[in-house]
T-cell receptor, first 113, second 120 residues
Framework: DSGVTQTPKHLITATGQRVTLRCSPR?????VYWYQQSLDQGLQFLIQ???????AKGNILERFSAQQFPDLHSELNLSSLELGDSALYFC????????????FGNGTRLTVT | AQTVTQSQPEMSVQEAETVTLSCTYD???????LFWYKQPPSRQMILVIR??????QNATENRFSVNFQKAAKSFSLKISDSQLGDAAMYFC?????????????????FGTGTRLTIIP
């Protein structure tokens, strides 16, 4: 158990809808990272938050947004969903200190129909 | 920008044999970390092994070891005595070192993965 909790595990929704994915980081970790994994692909970095502030941005669409709350949990909001947004969305957390590794949650499987 | 390349989409190995998965990367930085992650059918991302670029000694974790060739920018994973539970997707990943990452951005750049099948 990595200590990173993602909910829900599965999500099925229709095109054009909006969903929210939630992540609770490992206790003590200040950074949260979101990754997208499309079918049989590697993980693509979306965005990082550190202690409530956006720290780094990757290939995140304008239809997607994220935030990190004072209790350090994070939410990834996906709107105007398209079929191509179907993927596994991972959250990872880290201490953001020297030599600290990332810890991954089990992911949320999003299916857009 | 850093890139990570895994040129073997699929590999297979007989149970109890040894297999090597390849990974190359491109970076202009001198301080960085390299990782191998395992993703079994349960889809968890499990850290297998980590290598720090400034350490010349190759990392080892039980049956897993790496061959880190910094000049060639190569980072291969060797699995000895393969077991059925080793069947998974394996991803090579890169992250900049502490100073290069602006003090705490551990963003990982992943390769596209190698699917490893273990033949009983």
């Amino acid at each position: 158990d990595s200590g990173v909790t993602q909910t829900p595990k599965h999500l099925i929704t229709a095109t054009g809808q909006r969903v929210t994915l939630r992540c609770s980081p490992r206790s003590g970790d200040l950074s949260v990272y979101w990754y997208q994994q499309s079918l049989d692909q590697g993980l693509q970095f979306l965005i990082q938050y550190y202690n409530g502030e956006e720290r780094a941005k990757g290939n995140i669409l304008e239809r997607f947004s994220a935030q990190q709350f004072p209790d350090l949990h994070s939410e990834l909001n996906l709107s105007s969903l398209e079929l191509g947004d179907s993927a596994l969305y991972f959250c990872a957390s880290g201490e953001s200190s020297y030599n600290s590794p990332l810890h991954f949650g089990n992911g949320t499987r999003l299916t857009v129909t | 920008a850093q890139t990570v390349t895994q040129s073997q989409p699929e590999m297979s190995v007989q149970e109890a044999e040894t297999v090597t998965l390849s990974c190359t990367y491109d970076t202009s930085e001198s301080d960085y970390y390299l990782f191998w992650y395992k993703q079994p059918p349960s889809r968890q991302m499990i850290l297998v092994i980590r290598q720090e670029a400034y350490k010349q000694q190759n990392a080892t974790e039980n049956r897993f070891s790496v061959n880190f060739q910094k000049a060639a920018k190569s980072f291969s994973l060797k699995i000895s005595d393969s077991q059925l539970g080793d069947a998974a997707m394996y991803f090579c990943a890169y992250t900049p070192g502490w100073l290069e990452s602006n003090f705490g951005n551990e963003k990982l750049t992943f390769g596209t993965g190698t699917r490893l099948t273990i033949i009983p």
